[in-house]
């Protein structure tokens, strides 16, 4: 295992899983064979990012971890999963409805995977690299839905509605979720959508701690100057431009039509996930929600799992959330004919036109920290491998 100097460990993002040299002096974070600090044996692996190894309080109060002091060194050992760090200005409420259940909201997508194990591993990677599977983007709900939803999609969950380092009892929960636009331009438009459990928001995130929190997954809309485990450029590199595309939307500029092009996704899931989204106008409003007893079965049918598939083995459900029409297969275009490929045009909310490409034999491969709004903070974590 290599090691790494004192400068060059502070460099590494905060998302690293397993560090191979103590961060402190005075010890090391760890989180045992069962991915939890009460499992842990101090086996001398240094794990759960920079952030989580600075000291004993960040260690076992924001990540989970128990704290070691008998030195480092010793086999790799199951990964943790990395909380994120405290985050800028929460975002400024919406009046909830009198007696409802009310929680807070952000926007993410960094690529790593998630504490429910709703992910792949991407071609040439290990399991200690998984990233989010595409079906976690928000897609269209069926028609006269019986939740009256518009939407349909994913999000990493607070304690208080079941989130935990890894398997947790809200990894798999759905709650229908209300809310209204509250941006300059597009304000009051109510929309209701169900959104499932699929990564955790730790209390180490001030808006997750001791509070209902969805931080939604948005593909396209992570903050990267406020994302300690952005793993996009690394995990699905052939998606850098589209998962950079509304990372600085209403944070370089307050106006909501400028800084977002979803059409820099190639993957049309993606790309739709990413429109979805864009088209709520939500800049991390309050929001009504309530636990459903039941998934809708198309979220219900979406892939979580461990272990691990592959990004060969994956199923159509972590590749797509689109099942409406059967898959189309289309053969390269012979190098000794002329061949048309026809392409359909999609024009995104911020009026952009792209030319989407033709379906292809290969799934699209698929993908907590958040973005934070414009004034706000944001919310996620890293999923662990075996944890």
């Known amino acids: 295992m290599t090691k790494f100097t004192s400068a060059a460990a502070a460099q590494l993002l905060f998302g690293a899983t397993i560090l191979p040299g103590a961060l402190s002096a005075d010890g090391y974070c760890n989180w045992g064979p069962l991915g939890t600090g009460a499992s842990s044996i101090c ?13 004993q309080s960040n260690c076992e109060g924001g990540c989970g971890g128990r704290w070691c002091t008998n030195g480092t060194g010793g086999p790799p050992s199951p990964t943790p999963p990395t909380p994120t760090p405290p985050t800028p200005t929460p975002p400024a409420p919406t009046p909830p409805t009198s007696g409802a259940l ?5 926007r993410y997508w960094d690529c790593s995977g998630g504490a429910c194990a709703c992910s792949y591993v991407p071609t040439g990677l290990t399991e200690s ?3 989010h599977c595409h079906s976690n983007a928000m897609f269209a709900a069926p028609a006269n839905n019986i939740h ?4 349909y999609g994913a ?3 607070s304690e208080s509605l079941g989130g935990g380092d890894w398997m947790a009892e809200g990894c798999g929960k759905c709650w229908k979720v209300t809310g209204t636009s509250n941006i300059d331009g597009y304000m009051g438009v109510e929309t209701t959508m169900v959104l499932k459990g699929t990564n955790y928001c730790p209390p180490g995130n001030p808006m997750c701690n001791g509070k209902p929190h969805f931080d939604i997954a948005a593909p396209g809309f992570d903050v990267l100057a ?3 485990a952005h793993e996009c450029p690394t995990r699905e590199p052939e998606e850098a431009a589209g998962f950079a595309a509304c990372g600085t939307w209403l944070i370089d500029d307050t106006d909501p039509d400028i800084n977002c092009n979803c059409a820099l996704f190639n993957d049309p899931v993606l790309r739709k996930g990413c429109e979805n989204f864009y088209s709520l106008k939500w800049d ?5 929600y309530e636990e459903l007893e039941n998934c809708p079965q198309e979220l219900a049918d979406l892939h979580c799992g461990y272990p691990y598939p592959t990004e060969e083995s994956m199923p159509e459900t972590c590749a797509n959330n689109d099942f409406s029409t059967p898959a189309t297969t289309t053969e390269p275009p012979p190098t000794t004919t002329t061949t048309t490929i026809s392409t359909s045009t999609t024009t995104t909310t911020s009026t952009t036109t792209t030319e989407e490409p033709p379906a292809t034999t290969q799934p699209p491969p698929t993908t907590t920290i958040t973005t934070p709004e414009t004034t706000t903070t944001s919310t996620t974590t890293t999923p662990v491998a075996t944890t």
Request: hydrophobic share 40%; proline share 6%; charged share 10%.
């Open 43 to 55: 086996d001398g692996l240094v794990q759960g990012g920079e952030w989580c190894n600075v000291d």
């Open 102 to 106: 009310t929680a807070t909201t952000t």
């Open 129 to 131: 690299a998984p990233a």
């Open 148 to 151: 009256g939803a518009k939407f």
């Open 155 to 157: 999000a990493a969950i």
């Open 226 to 228: 406020y994302s300690f």
């Open 284 to 288: 991390n409003p309050t929001v009504v």
